[in-house]
């Protein structure tokens, strides 16, 4: 294939996981590995993967929490993995919002078959885009490269990812909760203000005035807002 298609695996026994990896790399996937369920939503955010291999027990939040999660921003394939042949499982599962169920242990063969069919067959809103363009700023996900008025913008890696996820949420304000979620994969605690200096960070950067912002706002009380529109040439720039 001439696009490696991603896919993200969350499964906290090593071993298992290990051949699985070592089995998808050999048929030319780029996998990514994560053991704890408190760890999806962040390296989703950073990865997009193309399918998400998802088993039911894992540490820090269980398969079914996170299907959930993930359900609540993107419509990537899901196939659950669990080592209980449980009917009740598989029915939780599928209305969590998964797409398909794989009992353990798994055969190679058969799971390839199921991760082909569900890449094939998503729709074209499943795929995530890698690049985003607004006026004169670019965001580049997979190169991790930022461009404003055709000049480079160095960013952290957390930055990046921060402004990564406002952009692709352009034009809707984004609580605290959903931020963290996705970022560091945890709740909100109501006193960490990380993000709050990062935004502060990313106007210094992007020359948003902190006392009348019209790129990055801050709507009290509900969250932050990247606009969409506020980022075009203003006259005196045009030549």
Request: charge should be negative; charged fraction near 25%.
């Given at each position: ?5 991603r ?11 290990n051949?699985?990896?070592?089995y ?5 996937y780029c996998?990514q ?16 993967p193309?399918?998400?291999?998802l ?14 999660q993930?359900?609540?921003h993107?419509v990537v ?14 029915v939780?599962g ?17 799971l ?5 069919n569900?890449v094939?067959?998503a729709?074209?809103?499943?795929q ?5 363009d607004?006026g004169?700023?670019?965001i580049d ?10 000049q480079?913008?160095?960013l ?5 990812a ?15 909760e959903?931020?963290?979620?996705a ?10 203000r990380r ?21 990055f706002?801050t709507?009290?009380?509900?969250g ?15 030549p």
């Amino acid at each position: 294939m001439t696009n490696q298609e991603r896919i993200l695996l969350v499964e906290d026994d090593i071993i298992l996981a290990n051949w699985i990896v070592e089995y998808l790399v050999e048929q030319d996937y780029c996998v990514q590995h994560v053991v704890r369920g408190d760890e999806v939503m962040a390296m989703f955010s950073q990865f997009c993967p193309d399918i998400v291999l998802l088993d039911v027990m894992l540490p820090g939040i269980s398969g079914i929490e996170v299907c959930r999660q993930l359900r609540e921003h993107s419509v990537v394939p899901i196939i659950m993995l669990t080592a209980r042949a449980d009917e009740y499982d598989e029915v939780i599962g599928l209305e969590a919002g998964a797409n398909d169920y794989v009992i353990k242990p798994v055969r190679p063969r058969a799971l390839l078959a199921r991760i082909k069919n569900l890449v094939q067959s998503a729709p074209a809103t499943a795929q995530p885009t890698s690049k985003l363009d607004f006026g004169q700023l670019s965001i580049d996900q997979q190169a991790k490269r930022v461009i404003y008025q055709d000049q480079e913008i160095d960013l952290s890696t957390n930055l990046f990812a921060f402004l990564w996820f406002l952009a692709s949420h352009a034009g809707q304000v984004i609580d605290r909760e959903s931020v963290f979620q996705a970022l560091k994969g945890r709740e909100y605690d109501g006193l960490d203000r990380r993000f709050d200096v990062m935004l502060s960070t990313l106007r210094k950067l992007f020359n948003d005035d902190p006392q009348s912002p019209k790129k990055f706002k801050t709507i009290w009380g509900k969250g932050y807002l990247f606009v969409a529109d506020a980022w075009q040439a203003t006259p005196q720039q045009e030549p």
